[in-house]
């Protein structure tokens, strides 16, 4: 090897060297920066990508769906926490609205409101919306809330530490620290058996059909139609979070 | 009825109007006031302690290392109530070893660290560094080792060690700033952008954040100062007590003028938000931000420190009000993080209505525990002050 090439190979490597680290030095000053991209990221893959539509014009407050939750999750039989939970809208002919949900609907409702003063009333099923750009998994310190590569937000227990964080994201108030497990607990969209191809026990509860749930990228699918069938909107739009719970014929009076 | 639930079957009682059921008992309780507010503490004495060294303020020397001291007392103690709050505190260490990218409470573990270790911690060795080495050598039995231990070896007293010592300590400060209020902006970051929570998502949280901590650690600095030399039976510095007045003055006037531009926004904004906000400063929080933050934190020192811009009265005079304004300020910026942290968690994301907040007296998160939390960095301070005395540092 002759000097000339014996250094121009010196300068090769010298130059490959001082990419690599530069490129290294770049990427991990960047990297961090990605953080700040949470609430724009797209999902990913083709597989399913679960979704759910709730017609508020079907629920009849029978709250068969909050009960099967607590007994399907585990949910302590208390009447402040809940993974899902009815609320009853009464818009006054005066304009006040009253919203109730005594024990989560569980036990049924009663009207407080007489009736010449009623001008409209509706339940509205509530649980954790799915978000696709979900607030909560965002701001969660150690990464104990995540998303399934199928849509869902999960809480992994055994890694949470409880600060709380995540329940002060979540516009939905959907989230609550599990008064014994001392973790996050929120609506799993019951993992547990929709990988196993069963329906959510609140959907399968449900009398009326109030619930459907179902794979957003299947066209063809129920949910997809029932979509496309109805005009359909999500609670508190203006938080951006991709929520991928719909609601037809929801009410602007609805939070 | 099982006892874990007794409080909180009390509070549905108490509810107001319609929250969601989840809302019935607070996630973040006093303890989560603490943390920014001892945090503060410790970026607003640092911020007066480096207001002295960078622009060499005479009359605030005296305060110099008492400053420094104070701030490393609470910064000690600082993530301490918020990892006895955690509902698996064993598991506080997961924050640092697999931080969350997305999530502004991961990097607080860092900011910290590099504020403790880097910022603070070398401040203060290189302050103190020549008088280990003196006192290594005037001291006997165990404390001639400790004081030898603590020089870490460099035991050089020339004027040339003496000189690299100011530089670096210099260097230190001027990075410190900007550090401090890093810390601190970001504590308010943590609050400011929750965007479910209306009364925390404001872009001026972190600055209104920032300002009420030099206020707090401007006001600690007061205390301590007069404290120290009450304690040490030595006259207090009437130009040093002055100085630390009008700098506590100017803050205060841009901290009110901050948060009161916040407020005067969501008032004339008056988005959907507004009713319910508007229900909780006029009824929950009247007294912990009516009487307490503003009039008694904020108002009455403004007039005073103000008064005292234009017309001294006698040193005695001065010395009491002056003392009183520390424990006013500092109560004030307490319940301005009060404030924050449980105002808005009072009423319901649904924005429907309110819970309420039952401060328990023992327990994991009560009244005790968050007692024990704010007295511990004054007993720190205490052996800080025995084993470094400020007062016998050599002048240099």
């Known amino acids: 090897m002759n000097l000339k090439t014996e250094k121009s190979s010196r300068r090769k490597f010298l130059n490959t060297v001082a990419l690599l680290t530069g490129g290294l030095l770049v990427s991990s000053v960047t990297k961090p920066f990605n953080g700040l991209l949470a609430a724009s ?57 009253i919203v109730e949900s005594p024990n989560g609907g569980i036990d049924g409702f009663t009207q407080s409101v007489p009736d010449e003063d009623i001008f409209k009333s509706f339940f509205v099923p509530k649980m954790c919306n799915h978000c696709s750009k979900p607030p909560c998994v965002q701001v969660c310190p150690v990464g104990a809330t995540f998303e399934t590569k199928e849509g869902v937000v999960l809480v992994d227990s055994n890694y949470c530490i409880g600060c709380g964080y995540c329940v002060q994201a979540c516009p939905y108030g959907c989230r609550y620290i599990h008064p014994e497990k001392k973790t996050a607990d929120k609506c799993s969209l019951c993992y547990h058996r929709i990988s196993k191809g069963i329906a959510p026990a609140c959907m399968e509860i449900c009398p009326n059909d109030a619930r459907i749930f179902g794979n957003l990228r299947d066209k063809e699918g129920e949910l997809v139609k029932f979509l496309k069938e109805h005009t359909c909107h999500v609670l508190k739009p203006e938080m951006n979070t991709g929520s991928k719970l719909f609601y037809n014929a929801l009410n602007q009076e609805v939070k | 009825m099982d006892p874990r639930y007794e409080a909180l079957y009390e509070a549905l009682k108490n509810v107001h109007g319609y929250i969601y059921p989840n809302e019935i008992s607070l996630t973040w309780s006093i303890l989560i006031v603490e943390y920014p507010y001892i945090t503060g503490l410790v970026a607003g004495a640092f911020i007066l302690a480096s207001l002295n060294r960078v622009f060499k303020i005479k009359a605030l020397e005296p305060t110099y290392i008492i400053s420094l001291l104070t701030a490393f007392a609470f910064l000690l103690v600082a993530t301490m109530p918020l990892i006895s709050h955690l509902g698996k505190p064993l598991r506080f260490w997961e924050i640092m070893i697999t931080p969350h990218s997305t999530s502004a409470m991961a990097i607080f573990g860092f900011v910290y660290l590099w504020y403790l270790m880097i910022v603070l911690l070398l401040e203060i060795w290189f302050d103190y560094r020549y008088d280990f080495v003196i006192w290594s050598r005037e001291k006997k039995g165990v404390m001639k ?20 010592d100011k530089k670096i300590g210099y260097f230190i400060t001027v990075v410190g700033i900007p550090s401090a209020f890093l810390l601190h902006g970001y504590v308010g970051f943590i609050f400011g952008s929750v965007k479910a929570n209306p009364w925390w998502s404001s872009v001026m949280m972190p600055v209104i954040f920032l300002f009420s901590a030099m206020v707090s650690g401007i006001a600690l600095v007061l205390f301590v100062y007069m404290g120290i030399n009450f304690i040490r039976k030595k006259v207090q510095n009437m130009p040093t007590l002055d100085s630390i007045g009008k700098y506590l003055f100017y803050i205060l006037i841009i901290d009110f003028t901050l948060e009161s531009l916040d407020q005067i926004h969501r008032i004339y904004e008056a988005n959907e938000s507004f ?93 005790l525990m968050a007692l024990f939390w704010m007295i511990i960095p004054f007993g720190i301070l205490a052996f800080l002050l025995w084993l470094l005395p400020p007062w016998k540092k050599t002048v240099h």
Not at chain 1, 69 to 80: T, W
Not at chain 2, 145 to 164: C, F, H, P, Q, R
Not at chain 2, 285 to 293: A, K, R, S
Not at chain 2, 338 to 349: R, T
Request: with cysteine; hydrophobic share 40%; glycine share 12%.
């Open chain 2, 275 to 367: 009713e319910i906000i508007s229900m909780l400063v006029s009824g929950k929080l009247f007294f912990t931000l009516g009487i307490m933050q503003v009039t008694v934190g904020t108002l009455i020192p403004l007039l005073i420190l103000g008064l005292f811009q234009f017309f001294k009265p006698a040193d005695k005079i001065r010395k009491i009000a002056y003392f009183i304004i520390s424990i006013f300020v500092l109560t004030g910026v307490f319940f301005m993080r009060w404030n924050v942290v449980i105002g808005g968690q009072l009423f319901s994301k649904s924005l429907h209505g309110f819970t309420t907040y039952n401060l328990g007296f023992g327990g994991q998160e009560g009244f």
């Open chain 2, 145 to 164: 080792y400790v004081y030898k231990i603590l020089t870490l070896g460099a035991m050089g007293t020339s004027e040339k060690d003496l000189k690299w």
């Open chain 1, 41 to 97: 990221n797209k999902p990913e893959g083709n597989g399913p990508w679960y979704g759910i539509g709730i017609d508020i014009e079907k629920c009849i407050g029978c709250g068969r769906c909050a009960n099967a939750c607590k007994e399907e999750n585990d949910v302590p039989r208390v009447p402040f926490y809940f993974r899902s939970w009815v609320e009853q809208y009464t818009i006054k002919n005066d304009g006040e609205i």
